[in-house]
């Protein structure tokens, strides 16, 4: 087949770093950031208090975990801290759940995608991008609770960025797959508080992963948030090397399920419309 016979769109999809397609990631990726910011105003907006309250919560949360946990239920962090414990497991499932939270985004926006085109997964993604505001929030609060409860940052917190990464890349995976299922099976959206509660219970998020039987180890090693929150903990608040096999073959699988997630999207993104 010479290039004269190739039709248009498929030349163009054939040369991924052409003009037009560099013209239109360009045009996406500001059209993301303009969703973001949107999603941030509307979120602290709403009164002087929005922006307060928005820090207040987890800090809350996190003490309401510590006392019930440490203090009632004898729940330790190993030689972690249990406030410190508790502080990175819940930075990294806090950004997990935004993820979570897309799955109804298509829904939600339904009046913006009937009116003009552009990449769908630009609307769950933005929600991801509006969340890392909190995400970087959370790990400057992990490094400032363990030092204040006597833990120096060590060399290994260069490895942060990896963990983060395997975090990104599942988070916004699932988010672009459950916004696009749900679009065609709403009762995805009734079964996720039930799911994320079942995950956060599943994941050592309050508990460390030494409590959970050997009968069920294998599930820290193929749950994504255990490896992601174990890995954090280990390199911020243990001065430890994560277990880089483990963290690489995630962010292959992780990097896998995006694309395909994107793959899935595209294929059906024309029904999108006229379902939602």
């Known amino acids: 087949m010479t290039e004269a016979t190739v039709e248009p769109g498929l030349r163009q999809a054939l040369r991924p770093f052409s003009a037009a397609n560099l013209r239109r990631a360009r045009s996406e990726a500001r059209l993301t950031i303009s969703f973001a910011r949107r999603e941030l105003h509307s979120k602290y907006r709403q009164s002087a208090l929005s922006l307060f309250w928005g820090i207040a919560q987890p800090i809350l949360l996190v003490l309401v975990y510590a006392v019930v946990f440490s203090q009632i239920l004898n729940v330790t962090g190993g030689n972690i801290p249990y406030l410190s414990f508790v502080v990175a497991g819940i930075v990294v499932w806090r950004y997990f759940m935004a993820g979570l939270n897309q799955a109804t985004s298509f829904i939600d926006r339904s009046s913006v ?155 059906i993104e024309d029904r999108i419309v006229d379902v939602v």
């Open 113 to 267: 995608l009937s009116k003009v085109y552009f990449r769908r997964e630009v609307i769950p993604l933005s929600g991801c991008v509006a969340a890392l505001l909190d995400l970087g929030v959370g790990l400057v609060a992990i490094v400032g609770v363990a030092w204040i409860q006597g833990i120096s940052p060590s060399i290994t917190l260069v490895a942060l960025p990896l963990v983060v990464a395997v975090l990104l890349v599942y988070t916004i995976a699932i988010a672009i797959l459950l916004a696009t299922i749900t679009v065609f099976v709403r009762d995805v959206a009734h079964a996720m508080p039930t799911i994320s509660q079942v995950l956060f219970l599943a994941s050592p998020i309050l508990y460390p992963e030494s409590q959970i039987p050997s009968t069920l180890k294998f599930l820290g090693t193929v749950n994504p948030v255990a490896v992601v929150a174990e890995a954090t903990r280990a390199v911020s608040l243990e001065g430890i090397w994560p277990n880089f096999d483990l963290l690489m073959l995630h962010l292959c699988i992780g990097t896998a399920l995006l694309v395909g997630s994107v793959f899935y999207l595209r294929s």
